[in-house]
T-cell receptor, first 114, second 115 residues
Framework: GAGVSQTPSNKVTEKGKYVELRCDPISGHTALYWYRQSLGQGPEFLIYFQGTGAADDSGLPNDRFFAVRPEGSVSTLKIQRTERGDSAVYLC????????????FGSGTRLTVV | AQTVTQSQPEMSVQEAETVTLSCTYDTSESDYYLFWYKQPPSRQMILVIRQEAYKQQNATENRFSVNFQKAAKSFSLKISDSQLGDAAMYFCAYRRGGATNKLIFGTGTLLAVQP
């Protein structure tokens, strides 16, 4: 596609529920990143995929968070047993492998846990 | 660990005037990159300008320029001839050189442009 697409744009869920957030990167971009932006903060790195594999998942806060990219294109961020502290904007970005400056961000999913 | 600090939570500038946003960072690396991103209400992060640490010359992109002081670990953004469309959150970001592509962001500065 022309840009990085994230769905849904907004998601409200109840505490304890499971949610999935989807990222559709730019066609041909092999690198994909997830960031979490809490209110009043800058984005914080969660995980980086190169192709189908997670090259760096050091930012995932705990084992309730998991992300997959089975075919090296679309990625899904999965959050189990959601907590109110998980409320944030989840941003996805993609780039051509090895390109230092080529991040393109999506518009994010605003997750609200009530 | 690397950190990025933006000490100005909010700034305001008159249309057509110049404003400077501050950013400092801490790293022990010699190879790194610095960025300024703009985030409008649409939430999409848009790259404004970038600087490679090995380059002494300050980067410039049209009305946007940086003052990169490597020894002081300072990386400020100057916006000249401010326009209403410049109003947004601005984030300073750091990326270590090498294979990692992870960005470390500051907490942001909200810029208001007064007509």
């Amino acid at each position: 596609g022309a840009g990085v697409s994230q769905t849904p744009s907004n998601k409200v869920t109840e505490k304890g529920k499971y949610v999935e957030l989807r990222c559709d990167p730019i066609s041909g971009h092999t690198a994909l990143y997830w960031y979490r932006q809490s209110l009043g903060q800058g984005p914080e790195f969660l995980i980086y995929f190169q192709g189908t594999g997670a090259a760096d998942d050091s930012g995932l806060p705990n084992d309730r968070f998991f992300a997959v990219r089975p075919e090296g294109s679309v990625s899904t961020l999965k959050i189990q047993r959601t907590e109110r502290g998980d409320s944030a904007v989840y941003l996805c970005a993609s780039s051509v492998a090895g390109q230092v400056f080529g991040y393109t961000f999506g518009s994010g999913t605003r997750l609200t846990v009530v | 660990a690397q950190t990025v600090t933006q000490s100005q939570p909010e700034m305001s500038v008159q249309e057509a005037e110049t404003v400077t946003l501050s950013c400092t960072y801490d790293t022990s690396e010699s190879d790194y990159y610095l960025f300024w991103y703009k985030q409008p209400p649409s939430r999409q992060m848009i790259l404004v300008i970038r600087q490679e640490a090995y380059k002494q010359q300050n980067a410039t992109e049209n009305r946007f320029s940086v003052n990169f002081q490597k020894a002081a670990k300072s990386f400020s953004l100057k916006i000249s001839d401010s326009q209403l469309g410049d109003a947004a959150m601005y984030f300073c970001a750091y990326r270590r050189g090498g294979a990692t592509n992870k960005l470390i962001f500051g907490t942001g500065t909200l810029l208001a442009v007064q007509p």
